[in-house]
């Protein structure tokens, strides 16, 4: 069983735990790292993922952040090629389609090589990857609100890459806490655990735990 850490806040639980967490950074200055070291992924400093050996992995294969909703997109380079991993599994279609437009290719080809006044020649082989490139594929993102949003951001990022942690900044100045709530709560049966990190201490108790970090940088539970 693998495990999150996330020392600051003296948290150190299974993956698969889908409690969720408000965790409020007092201190300007320890925020602004934390943010930005996860919106560059510079660095594990702050959220490590340990595997049943207590060795360190990849955070990022595991755990999702994004440090602004406003730009939330569930078309992400992580999601898209991950569905390209699922649709490169119908081979036949694929193989298929790349010989007969390569065929099509080819024979545009002669035509134009017959009336050029010059010798020319192609090496035309038009692969499975070609055909998937010529698709230019894309998640349909017909949401409205940004709650459609974040749900749908969820919703794929767990089934494309089966990321069951999500760690978002500032929810609460774009949420209404009943909307936030309801997120936590249809995720839980999913087994997906949602964090929200803050600056301000607004007294919401919607989350399974609160933990705060205060301007000294100590730890209030």
Do not use: W
Request: glycine letters at 0%; a negative charge; charged letters at 25%.
């Amino acid at each position: 069983m693998s495990y999150l850490s996330i020392p600051l806040f003296n948290v150190y639980e299974p993956l698969d735990d889908s409690d969720s967490y408000l965790l409020i950074i007092k201190n300007k200055q320890l925020l602004y790292y934390f943010l930005q070291n996860y919106n560059y992924n510079t660095n594990e400093e702050y959220i490590k993922v340990f595997d049943e050996s207590n060795n360190q992995i990849k955070t990022m294969d595991y755990i999702d952040i994004v440090t602004s909703i406003l730009s939330i997109d569930v078309n992400t380079k992580k999601n898209i090629n991950a569905l390209v991993r699922q649709l490169k599994t119908n081979t036949d279609i694929l193989k298929k389609t790349s010989l007969n437009v390569t065929s099509i290719v080819k024979e545009a080809f002669d035509i134009i090589k017959m009336d050029s006044p010059l010798d020319i020649i192609s090496d035309i082989n038009i692969s499975e990857d070609d055909i998937i490139k010529m698709m230019d594929i894309n998640i349909d993102e017909c949401s409205n609100t940004m709650i459609e949003r974040l749900n749908n951001y969820v919703k794929f990022s767990y089934e494309l890459r089966n990321v069951r942690i999500f760690i978002f900044y500032n929810l609460l100045s774009f949420l209404a806490e009943t909307e936030i709530e309801l997120l936590i709560h249809n995720y839980k049966y999913s087994n997906i655990k949602i964090i929200d990190i803050e600056y301000f201490d607004d007294g919401v108790c919607i989350f399974d735990h609160k933990k705060i970090v205060d301007k000294d940088i100590c730890l209030l539970e």
